[in-house]
C-alpha cells in the first residue's frame, strides 16, 4: 500500500516532535533542577551524608590496612587500641559486622528518603508532566528525564559525600596516629574507594527515582492536567 507524500511528511513532523534529542532531554533536565534548586538540595544531603559515612568507613580500613602492611609495631599497637581487630594471624584489615550492619541501614535510609522527595516531586509536577504528553511526549521520554535528574543528583551529591568522608577519615587518623603516618597512606587505594562510593552513591540515586519515575510516566495526560495546584 503506497502512501501520499503529504501523510509521510506528516508522520515524519510527529516523530521529530516525539522524539527529543538526547542533548535536549539533558537541557530540561538540567532546568528542572535550577528550578527546584532547594528541593533538590534537601534530596541530595541525605546522599551526601549517606555517601560520607560510607566513605568514612572505608577509607579508615584503608588508611589502617597502610599502616598494619608498614609492619611498624608502634602503628599496630595503636591500631589495636583504636579497636581495629588486630591479631598475628590478620594480615588485612576489614570491616566489622557492626560497622557493615550501620552503612547499610544508612544507604536504606537514604534510597527510602530519596523515594518520598521524588514522589512527592512527582505530585507537584502533575501539570508539567500533562502539558509534555499533550505535546506529543512518550513515557520513556518521562522516565528519561527523571533518570537524568537523579543522575546529576546523584554525581554531586556522592562527589561531594565521599569527599566530605574521606576528609574526615584522613583528619581523624592524622589525629589518632599522629603525622608519622603520612608516608604509609595507600593514596592509590583511596581513589579507588572514592570511585566505589561515587558509583554507589550514583546507583542509590536512580534506584531510588526508578518507581517515581516509572509512576509519572504512566500518567494519562487528561488526569494529570485536571489536577489542581
Not at 97 to 110: D, E, G, P
Not at 128 to 148: M, N, P, Q, S, Y
Request: proline share 3%.
Amino acid at each position: 500500500m503506497m502512501e501520499t507524500p503529504g501523510l509521510s511528511e506528516n508522520r515524519k513532523d510527529v516523530n521529530r516532535l516525539v522524539a527529543l534529542p538526547f542533548r535536549k532531554s539533558v537541557q530540561m533536565a538540567y532546568q528542572s533542577i535550577r528550578v527546584r534548586f532547594f528541593r533538590s538540595m534537601v534530596t541530595t544531603m541525605s546522599l551526601v551524608l549517606a555517601v560520607a559515612f560510607l566513605a568514612f568507613i572505608q577509607v579508615g580500613n584503608d588508611i589502617a590496612q597502610g599502616l598494619l602492611s608498614s609492619g611498624n609495631p608502634d602503628f599496630i599497637q595503636a591500631l589495636a587500641k583504636a579497636g581495629f581487630d588486630i591479631s598475628p594471624e590478620n594480615t588485612a584489615v576489614t570491616s566489622s559486622a557492626k560497622q557493615r550492619w550501620i552503612v547499610f541501614l544508612s544507604l536504606l535510609v537514604c534510597v527510602v528518603g530519596i523515594i518520598n522527595a521524588q514522589l512527592m516531586s512527582v505530585t507537584e509536577r502533575f501539570r508539567e508532566i500533562g502539558t509534555l504528553k499533550c505535546l506529543g511526549a512518550l513515557d520513556r521520554f518521562i522516565v528519561r528525564i527523571f533518570l537524568l535528574e537523579a543522575t546529576m543528583q546523584g554525581l554531586a551529591g556522592a562527589f561531594a559525600g565521599s569527599l566530605l568522608g574521606a576528609v574526615t577519615a584522613l583528619l581523624t587518623s592524622l589525629a589518632r596516629f599522629g603525622f608519622s603516618l603520612g608516608s604509609h597512606i595507600p593514596w592509590s587505594q583511596i581513589g579507588i574507594t572514592l570511585f566505589f562510593t561515587l558509583c554507589i552513591g550514583t546507583f542509590l540515586s536512580l534506584l531510588g527515582v526508578l518507581y517515581p519515575a516509572m509512576l509519572a510516566s504512566r500518567m494519562r495526560p487528561v488526569e494529570a492536567m485536571r489536577v489542581e495546584q
